[in-house]
């Protein structure tokens, strides 16, 4: 007798676009992400673009982080080389436990798409404060292929054998497999 399945619990998450020169129309990364969230029956609770700056990124966050109604932040840009990418930088530290797996599952995926280019991806996540964080590029394809990939059934408390959502929820999941 196969149990039923769980009923979709939808999670508050907010999304932050890290760029000097994008506005919020221009931001198509950001829309990307906030259009699929709610397409998979989440709540965009805030969006918001700040520059590449590690105070300004790193209070927002903060300020998403320590607000118990947001249970999950995206970020995207910030991730490469360039001088002014300070996305690990920045959030690491507010970091309570990294998400070790996911720049390297974030490349992988990714080098199917640019080849080797991936490796000038710096993509990462963390928890803090039982929230999740993940941190993308800020390309629209590299958004599809975090949200795609790895984050839209991280965030789905019936994907199976384990799911951030317990962790979000603030639950200890039993592991009933």
Known sequence: MSKP???????????LTVSDTRSLEEDTSGQYLADSLVKSGHTLAERAIRTDDIYQIRAIVSQWIAD???????????????IRDQIPEALSPLFDKE??????????LSRDEIGMST?????????????????LPGS??????????IIKEQ????????????HLMRENPKHDH
């Open 99 to 108: 998400v070790q797996g996911f720049g390297e599952m974030f490349r992988a």
């Open 140 to 149: 629209s394809g590299a958004c599809r292929t975090g949200w795609e990939g």
């Open 5 to 15: 399945e769980k009923p979709f619990i939808s999670l508050n998450i907010a999304i």
């Open 68 to 82: 118990p109604a947001i249970h999950a932040i995206i970020t995207t840009g910030g991730t490469g080389f360039y």
């Open 155 to 166: 965030l789905d408390n019936r994907t199976r054998p384990c799911n951030f959502v317990p």
């Open 119 to 135: 490796l000038q991806s710096r993509a990462l996540a963390g928890m803090a404060n039982n929230t999740v964080i993940f941190c």
